[in-house]
């Protein structure tokens, strides 16, 4: 295992059990019978990965995941089990792996991003500046920055490998790549998974202003899998200093993003290092969005 030195986890090695892939932040492992995924503290902006962690963001990641999983039980999810000593190739891991790793399903992944927007925010305030149109679908006139748009949009994407850039595609295109029953399937369950968690979010004072989701089948089902309404994933916005017509303050890593964009840099690999004033505040502000959900603080 490589921490850095703030006492972030960049990368992990398990003897025995073979790693499938390494994203931008997890780390995939192959059980035989299931999969196990662990989460890193790897932060990744603008589709780079940073050379700074953040300290234990892998579990918030991991912890908000599986809040949300059992809240919206009634969607099928790839989870089995948290705990990691239930496996005894793991054992001598469990201390690193515990709280940031959850054993899964295999499943086959379908290759498309699943965003859903409530609010006019980030890419899609650009596209509607220039054209009236968000992913190519036209909107009213009267939208300001951070509106709350009349209905929640599906806008998907294709899924880019790390370095390159997820390209915005129409639900029409999506039918293309993975079918017509599939495609219908992941937009209604896209928009009913993010509108129940809009709602719940908001009697808990946050704003879920965008999330993307990702969905796997398995024996057959459309099934939610990876990571699912995180600060990863999402952008969340404290509900009491949110104001139409600015950009709001956020509990993600739009924090990390606002401070690249101040730096001279191109937005390709290698990404710049975080001071630590960066790191501190963006570690506090995924922590504070999982005790606003969960109601609890969380065990790290």
Not at 177 to 204: F, N, P, S
Not at 284 to 299: C, D, I, N, P, S
Request: charged content about 30%; aromatic content about 8%; overall charge negative.
């Amino acid at each position: 295992m490589i921490y850095d030195k703030s006492g972030a986890l960049l990368e992990t090695a398990i003897s025995g059990v073979p790693m499938i892939n390494r994203g931008k932040v997890r780390d995939i492992y192959d059980l035989g019978d299931a999969l196990l995924f662990v989460a890193t503290d790897r932060l990744s902006a603008f589709d780079v990965v940073l050379p700074n962690g953040i300290p234990n963001k892998g579990k918030v990641l991991t912890g908000i995941s599986c809040f949300w999983f059992e809240l919206l039980k009634d969607v099928p999810n790839h989870l089995i089990t948290t705990d990691v000593a239930s496996r005894k190739e793991l054992a001598p891991y469990v201390k690193d792996l515990q709280g940031r790793a959850i054993i899964v399903k295999k499943a086959k992944v379908l290759p498309v991003e699943c965003i859903v927007r409530g609010y006019l925010v980030g890419s899609g305030w650009k596209d509607y500046q220039k054209t009236g149109m968000v992913s190519g679908i036209k909107l009213r006139d009267g939208y300001k920055q951070a509106s709350k748009l009349d209905e929640p949009l599906f806008t998907p994407s294709t899924k880019a490998e790390i370095g390159e850039h997820d390209e915005a595609i129409s639900y029409e295109q999506v039918c293309k790549i993975v079918g017509e029953d599939y495609g219908k399937q992941l937009k209604e369950l896209a928009l009913k998974i993010y509108t129940t968690a809009r709602d719940y979010a908001a009697e808990h004072g946050i704003i879920v202003a965008d999330t993307k989701f990702e969905f796997g089948v398995i024996d057959g089902k459309v099934t939610l899998v990876d990571e699912v309404l995180t600060p990863d994933s999402s952008r969340f916005w404290p509900a009491d200093t949110y104001c139409e017509g600015t950009s709001p303050a956020s509990l993600d890593k739009q924090f990390v993003r606002d401070y690249l964009e101040t730096l001279d840099w191109d937005k390709t690999a290698p990404g710049p290092e975080l001071p630590q004033g960066v790191i501190d505040r963006t570690a506090a502000k995924y922590l504070e969005a999982y005790e606003m959900l969960a109601g609890k603080k969380l065990e790290i």
